[in-house]
């Protein structure tokens, strides 16, 4: 397919903005009837119009050769690449700028391609604390079963405790992979991202090889935070949270140089852990209102935030909004964010009976995991989200058992706040 009119993304020198990049980007109506909105290719496969043809695109998808310049690498086989796939990669790469973008069919399965791309026995991970539980599992626990070993660093806006942990790590063995979230699911702690590129290059000169940093931009992403503008090599997400943005799929993705993600997208074909054509098509849909919803939601956030932290039930309000002028933390925030988000963590004076009698008295927001959905929803992340993670490490980077994580949607703010003020009016 050749990139033409629908890939056009400026008028003469004009930049055209995401925001309307999102209508039309990537989409010729006219291979599809003159369809005004993508259909959903319902098909495992597509019929080439030669066995030359059919050669040449297999050569392609698999990486044997390059297709010719201007020229997309053909419809094979939906494990492979489908038009719905290939429409929001192309949508997702416009936000980072990125040179490549692959959906996979879970923000889990988008994380777990690209290290196992990037990783062999023997190797060691080292990584950001805290990760979503999820993550945090699968370097510490299943992938310990391969001979791969993980450290950890819980201060990511201070050298030495980067650098700590790498001295630690390379003790070990080969460090191949930094994979920071930033900020944190719950806490909103920060990683710098331009640090832990040039430690990673620093780890080059020292072992002759280097770790590729690999940034969760879930929380800020891709409106907030571009991770790969500020050194990061792959920016991966769970599309299930603010690009999906309804509650109503699971989807990933991971972004990077073309040069970066060729393996991690050959790894995709041969373990096919790519999305199918209708949970793109519904990402198609997600990314038209990604501006307007994450905009909304944030401004919600603010209002919602500012009150928790007056309330005298709450002992603290974990947002990017309240971070100390000349902090580490907010020198960082300045450098790599553009706005706070919508999702935060605040503790309630109290433990986790006094937690739960304030969830279980919420009437509006929704007491369910996940996040960046249209609804607000909250959660208890030490008994939930968290609970794999061993209780003393928790307690330790200040996921605690009085800690409630709150997801703010699109509603009236108004509203979040009086149903947050008559549920902490239980405690
Ligand atoms: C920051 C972050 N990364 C990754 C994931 C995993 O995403 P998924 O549930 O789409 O596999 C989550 C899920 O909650 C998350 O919050």
Redesign the pocket.
């Given at each position: 397919m050749a990139r033409d009119l629908y890939h056009r993304d400026r008028i003469g020198n004009r930049k055209l903005k995401p925001e309307t990049l999102m209508l039309g980007y990537g989409y010729d109506p006219q291979l599809s009837e003159g369809a005004v909105k993508p259909p959903v290719f319902l098909t495992s496969t597509f019929v080439f119009k030669s066995a030359e043809h059919g050669k040449d695109f297999f050569d392609y998808v698999s990486g044997r050769r390059e297709p010719p310049a201007g020229e997309a690498a053909g419809l094979v086989y939906s494990r492979f690449n489908h038009p719905n796939a290939e429409i929001v990669e192309d949508r997702l790469k416009v936000f980072e700028e990125a040179e490549a973008a692959l959906l996979f069919s879970?923000?889990?399965?988008?994380?777990s391609t690209t290290i196992l791309a990037y990783i062999k026995p023997g190797d060691v991970i080292v990584h950001s604390q805290p990760?979503?539980?999820?993550?945090e599992t699968l370097i510490t626990r299943t992938l310990t079963g391969l001979s791969i070993k993980a450290v950890g660093f819980a201060d990511g806006v201070e050298e030495a405790s980067i650098r700590a942990a790498l001295d630690e790590a390379r003790a070990l063995g080969r460090v191949s992979i930094i994979m920071i979230?930033t900020p944190?699911?719950p806490l909103n702690t920060l990683v710098d991202i331009s640090l832990v590129r040039k430690l990673a290059e620093e780890l080059e000169a020292a072992q002759g090889h280097r770790p590729i940093v690999v940034c969760?931009n879930?929380?800020l992403g891709p409106l907030f935070q571009k991770p790969l503008d500020h050194g990061a090599d792959v920016s991966?997400?769970?599309?299930?949270?603010y690009v999906g943005g309804h509650s109503d799929l699971?989807?990933?993705a991971a972004l990077g140089s073309a040069a970066v993600m060729k393996p991690v997208r050959a790894l995709r074909s041969a373990i096919g852990t790519q999305l199918d054509a209708f949970p793109c098509w519904m990402i198609a849909r997600s990314l038209e209102t990604l501006s307007l919803r994450m905009t909304c939601a944030t401004r919600n956030a603010k209002v919602v935030a500012d009150f928790l932290k007056s309330h005298p039930a709450v002992a603290a309000v974990d947002h990017l909004s309240f971070l100390p002028e000349g902090s580490a933390a907010r020198r960082v925030y300045d450098a790599q964010c553009g706005a706070p988000g919508s999702t935060l963590a605040f503790h309630i004076r109290g433990g986790e009976a006094e937690a739960f009698r304030v969830l279980n008295a919420l009437k509006i927001i929704k007491l369910a995991?996940?996040?960046g959905g249209t609804e607000s929803l909250v959660c208890h992340p030490a008994s939930t989200?968290h609970s794999g993670v061993p209780k003393a490490v928790r307690d330790r980077i200040g996921v605690t058992d009085a800690t409630i994580r709150l997801s703010v949607g699109i509603e009236h703010p108004d509203d979040l706040v009086s149903d947050l003020a008559q549920a902490l009016a239980n405690i």
């Open positions: 879970s923000g889990m399965s988008a994380i990760l979503y539980g999820g993550t979230e944190s699911n969760d879930t929380l991966v997400y769970s599309l299930t949270k699971i989807a990933g995991v996940s996040l989200t």
